[in-house]
Nanobody
Framework: QVQLVESGGGLVQAGGSLRLSCAAS????????MGWYQEAPGKEREFVAT????????DYSDSVKGRFTISRDNAKNTVYLQMNSLKPGDTGVYYC????????????????WGQGTQVTVSS
């Protein structure tokens, strides 16, 4: 089995910063794209950022461009989200996701999700 565990959430004032981490563990052969999603109160889960396997490609939602940075450490199977200039609208549960293959025989990756970490930005 594969597990994704997020950490780093918390309560911060507007304008502050947080760094989220998400570590993948278990039956892992390769980790392809990794990403972050936000589930704001009363809203559906929405895309925040994604990063390719070799970190050569990143993409962000328009609402976080210039404020958030996604990165990864393949040796640790970990993805990070550096969140700066936080706004009350960034409040929500942040979920990480990763496309993973468990062995060399598997040709298509399976998307896995973490349990989420709460981020609360006060005004």
């Amino acid at each position: 089995q594969v597990q994704l565990v997020e950490s780093g959430g918390g309560l911060v004032q507007a304008g502050g910063s947080l760094r989220l981490s998400c570590a993948a563990s278990g039956r892992i052969f390769s980790v392809y794209s990794m990403g972050w999603y936000q589930e704001a109160p009363g809203k559906e889960r929405e895309f925040v950022a994604t990063i390719s396997m070799n970190s050569g490609y990143t993409d962000y939602s328009d609402s976080v461009k210039g404020r958030f940075t996604i990165s990864r450490d393949n040796a640790k199977n970990t993805v990070y989200l550096q969140m700066n200039s936080l706004k009350p609208g960034d409040t929500g549960v942040y979920y990480c996701t990763a496309d993973i293959t468990p062995n060399w025989r598997t040709t298509s990756a399976t998307p896995y999700w973490g349990q989420g970490t709460q981020v609360t930005v006060s005004s």
